[in-house]
């Protein structure tokens, strides 16, 4: 089976840093990618692991424990426009994309 | 290139009805995906191509719903005998290399009464 968790709600404040985790148990694995998507648009692509370990660009950090089953989404300097829903997603073997249910991020001022 | 389209933007239809959604990936790449989300979820696989071959199709997906991608290039969902828990948003997405993301379109946003 396949399952993926993460928070469904968070909240913060503007110029705060915000935490979203994500855990997986999946049949196959790939990578892990992280989306952005503001209500009625897009997925936006954030960041991919593969390996274990932190990837780091600009304000969004990504982090990746396989043997875990673990990974986070670290957004520093929060503006109100990071107020959005971000997706956790699994790369199965056969390269579709396994999402979580998203989790909703509201910054206020 | 705009990046991956999607047509129509909204549909509404009534119960019973077929409905037909396009894609039209970016040029280059050669693999493309449809989703579908649900308000409050995350996207669900339907379904898979690389160039014009359908390699995979989720096992959730009815005998109503039927892709194609007869050129490799743009594709399209055929909803067949439309229900009303048909209704969701449905996402295209295109990829000529995994590791370096997939692009998703704006979305078909099905709404069956």
């Known amino acids: 089976g396949q399952n993926i968790d993460q928070p469904t709600e968070m909240t913060a404040t503007e110029g705060a840093i915000v935490q979203i985790n994500c855990t997986y148990q999946t049949s196959g694995f790939n990578g892990l990618f992280w989306y952005q998507q503001h209500a009625g648009e897009a997925p936006t692509f954030l960041s991919y692991?593969?390996?274990?370990g932190l990837e780091e660009k600009g304000r969004f950090s990504s982090f990746l424990s396989r043997s875990k089953g673990y990974s986070y989404l670290l957004l520093k300097e929060l503006q109100m426009k990071d107020s959005a829903s971000y997706l956790c997603a699994v790369r199965h073997n056969t390269d579709k994309l396994i999402f979580g249910t998203g989790t909703r991020l509201q910054v206020f001022p | 290139d705009t990046g991956v389209s999607q047509d129509p933007r909204h549909k509404i239809t009534k119960r019973g009805q077929n409905v037909t959604f396009r894609c039209d990936p970016i040029?280059?790449?050669?693999?493309l995906y449809w989703y579908r989300q649900t308000l409050g979820q995350g996207p669900e696989f339907l379904t898979y191509?690389?160039?014009?071959?359908?390699?995979?199709k989720s096992r959730l997906l009815s005998d109503r719903f039927s892709a194609e991608r007869p050129k490799g290039s743009f594709s399209t969902l055929e909803i067949q005998r439309t229900e009303q828990g048909d209704s969701a948003m449905y996402l295209c997405?295109?990829?000529?290399?995994?590791?370096?993301?997939?692009?998703f379109g704006s979305g078909t946003r099905l709404t069956v009464v």
């Open positions: 191509f690389q160039n014009e071959a359908q390699l995979e």
């Open positions: 040029s280059e790449h050669n693999r």
């Open positions: 997405a295109s990829t000529s290399n995994p590791s370096e993301g997939y692009t």
């Open positions: 692991n593969v390996l274990d």
